[in-house]
């Protein structure tokens, strides 16, 4: 299971987790080694968020600190992209379409030996 994988199933079970998950220690310490970790959270409408992930609670709505967006530009520009900070920002779950969070190679290679 790569990295990306781990975050889109600890977060999904945990904003599922209706708390009669007997495993329910394992994911909330499965998300904590995601905490103050770079995220990049891809959302319905095409636009990305870029930050350090923050929390997430029980309806899978995620915080991400010193945000970023990231959104596809419309006219003839020299990027592609169009950028602006926001800081603090909460991305809803019914919103989200991907997760990604950044880890080292050591870290990556550890989690494909994890049994899940």
């Known amino acids: 299971m790569d990295t990306e994988q781990l975050a889109q199933t600890s977060v999904n079970q945990v904003g599922s987790s209706d708390g009669s998950n007997p495993n329910g220690s394992n994911v909330v310490a499965r998300v904590k080694n995601l905490l103050f970790r770079q995220m990049l959270v891809g959302i319905s409408d095409g636009r990305f968020f870029l930050g350090t992930f923050y929390c997430i609670d029980r309806q899978g709505n995620i915080i991400l600190q010193d945000a970023v967006e990231y959104r596809s530009t419309r006219r003839s520009s020299p990027s ?7 800081g603090l920002i909460l991305i809803p779950f019914s919103c989200r379409i991907s997760c990604h969070v950044g880890c080292s190679i050591e870290e990556q290679l550890s989690l494909l030996s994890l049994k899940v």
């Open 80 to 86: 592609p992209m169009e950028q602006r900070g926001l």
